[in-house]
């Protein structure tokens, strides 16, 4: 019996030996969890394994082995989300902890670049990207940027656009009048340039100079560039408010001319007397896909849009540059005319009549290191009390002391609930990557709470508070939908082969944080965060891992180095 025992123990001796040699079937299995697969389809119940960056097994994964277990029994596990419009990069190769404000929502890809772009650049470029960030450029193509980020290490995904106003800068600088035959060729080159480096498209934003200079012929001629890429345009159109049908259909037809995909930033229609034209907007966009041009839109689920306060001003009043426009306003006589603009004029994107000509319904939200910061938070009406001044002196002297960024009043809720329920439509933060506290512990920048809390806020309130959409719908909305629109083959939705990233959240925990007074503070809820299978954010802390890549566009992917 003795011996029995003996040899019994040896035998699981033995076996334990093996077992604990034998190689691990995943590097980690998240168990038991509500499966939201990123296509809409309905959510079902199972077990995911993850092995290096990529799914490789779904179902019922029980008695397999894994080096780490996650137990989502009750929790939803979803694709990682896809910002289709995230800020700049520049935060990203500044400072690694600027990733949170996306990682903490759920974003695992951001898409970055509107009408500026970190590249190209030129000795007239890197001159106002250094003044107006304090970052010291060492690049001058996409190629170098890129590389240079990746090299730096990120902790999400991201992917690039060239900016139609960093190429006009590049060629022209920012005077108001049309490129000559040799300075579009140029800009082309550039495009095609940094096309070939991996951006995945062109973007303008043609309500800001010098992108507001550019007509629709010229910008046609750049498009086609990026066509001969499969590439695509975005913009932010000439005008979201009284005009927006006119901006839409200029998008439209760059589409159709250029034979190229449209991507239509952050859909609106602001401004009281415009919120009808929400549907006829809508209808536009389908009837151009009826009609086989390829458009698409996003939306940010905020009522407020961002701005800085030189956004009030007709674009005209730039073709000198910033300073030189800063510095007439010393003259009384610019000053009276620039108001009668904003009173009575409708030739640009007005945006003091689109705020119902109220100045209370324009919120500081950052007076920036020259300013006086006790006045973050207030409306400029609020600023011009405090400050003992009328509104018109306190809108020129807060120009003057730094050009605040401002949150302006400009929707409703009914055409956020009529754009999320369109099928074309994504969604964004419109605002970039950002430390609360800054790389070095002083304060940062301040923005739109949209820049923390986009994500959650459309799992909080219109899905889970309002029942505006599904939590399937919404979920596709962040992931799939965005994917294929930027041509993602390999994320976007959970399925065998496919890049990990995945989000695993408790859907009734989920909530934002921020506000318009205190907008820098992370949303809550996502408690587990994966990007190329790499655990960003663990049981809601932050690892300080950097596995993302920088995805090129077209046949380099994201290969780090092509």
């Known amino acids: 019996m003795g011996r029995c025992k003996t040899l019994l123990a040896i035998a699981a001796l033995a076996w334990t030996a ?48 894994a080096a780490r277990e996650i137990d989502a029994r009750g929790k939803v596990v979803a694709p990682g989300f ?29 898409m970055a670049g509107e009408g500026e772009s970190m590249a190209p650049q030129n000795a007239r470029t890197i001159k106002i990207l250094e003044e107006e960030t304090g970052v010291r450029a060492t690049w001058k193509t996409y190629r170098e940027y890129m590389s240079l980020l990746q090299n730096r290490g990120v902790a999400l995904n991201v992917m690039h656009n060239v900016g139609a106003a960093q190429v006009r800068e590049y060629v022209m600088g920012s005077t108001d009048r049309p490129p000559t035959a040799g300075e579009l060729k140029q800009m082309k080159e550039l495009i095609a340039q940094a096309m070939a480096d991996g951006a995945v498209g062109l973007s303008t934003a043609l309500i800001y100079p010098p992108d507001a200079y550019t007509d629709t012929n010229d910008l046609i001629q750049l498009a086609k560039v990026v066509a001969k890429y499969r ?20 998008a439209i037809r760059i589409g159709r001319e250029a034979g190229v995909p449209v991507h239509i930033y952050h859909l609106k229609a602001a401004g009281a007397r415009n919120w009808d034209l929400v549907g006829r907007a809508l209808t536009r966009i389908e009837e151009a896909r009826k009609g086989g041009v390829d458009v698409t839109a996003d939306i940010y689920p905020y009522k407020h849009n961002g701005l800085n306060l030189t956004d009030f001003i007709p674009p005209k009043r730039f073709a ?18 620039i108001r009668r603009e904003l009173e009575y004029k409708t030739d640009w994107e007005n945006w003091y ?10 919120l500081i939200s950052e007076m920036g290191p020259n300013g006086n910061r006790a006045l973050n938070g207030l409306s400029v009406q609020q600023a011009a009390m405090r400050d003992g001044r009328d509104v018109w002196s306190e809108f020129f002297a807060l120009i003057r002391q730094g050009n605040p960024f401002v949150s302006v009043l400009s929707m409703n809720e009914q055409q956020k609930r009529a754009i999320l329920n369109a099928p074309f439509v994504s969604i964004c933060t419109d605002g970039p990557p950002i430390d609360p506290v800054g790389a070095k512990g002083s304060p940062t920048e301040s923005f739109s709470p949209r820049a923390f809390g986009a994500f959650a806020r459309i799992i909080e309130r219109y899905v889970r508070e309002e029942h505006v959409i599904s939590l399937e719908d919404a979920i596709r909305e962040m992931t799939s939908l965005p994917a294929e629109i930027l041509q993602l083959q390999d994320r976007g939705h959970i399925g065998t082969g496919m890049k990990a990233d995945i989000v695993v959240f408790d859907p009734r925990a989920v909530r934002e944080t921020g506000t318009y007074a205190k907008p820098l503070s992370y949303a809550v809820g996502f408690e587990y965060v994966l990007v190329n299978g790499t655990l960003v954010i663990d049981d809601g802390r932050w690892t300080g891992a950097l596995p993302g890549s920088i995805i090129r566009h077209g046949p380099c992917g994201d290969l780090p180095h092509c």
């Open 18 to 65: 093996v077992s604990n040699a034998a190689p691990r079937v995943f590097d980690l299995e998240i168990m038991g969890g509500t499966i939201v697969d990123g296509t809409g389809n309905p959510w079902y119940k199972g077990d995911i394994g993850i092995k290096g960056n990529q799914i490789v097994a779904i179902g019922d994964l029980r008695g397999r082995s």
């Open 82 to 110: 896809i910002d289709m419009m995230g800020g700049s990069s520049l935060p990203l190769l500044e400072d690694p902890v600027s990733a949170e404000s996306k990682l903490r929502q759920g974003i695992t890809t951001m």
């Open 353 to 362: 009549l689109s705020v119902g000509s109220d100045w209370n319904n324009v």
């Open 320 to 337: 000198g540059g910033m300073q030189a426009f800063v510095k007439s306003l010393s003259d009384p006589l610019v000053r009276r005319d």
């Open 231 to 250: 590439g695509v345009y975005f913009t932010h159109v000439r005008n979201e408010s009284g005009h927006l049908l006119d901006a839409l259909d200029e």
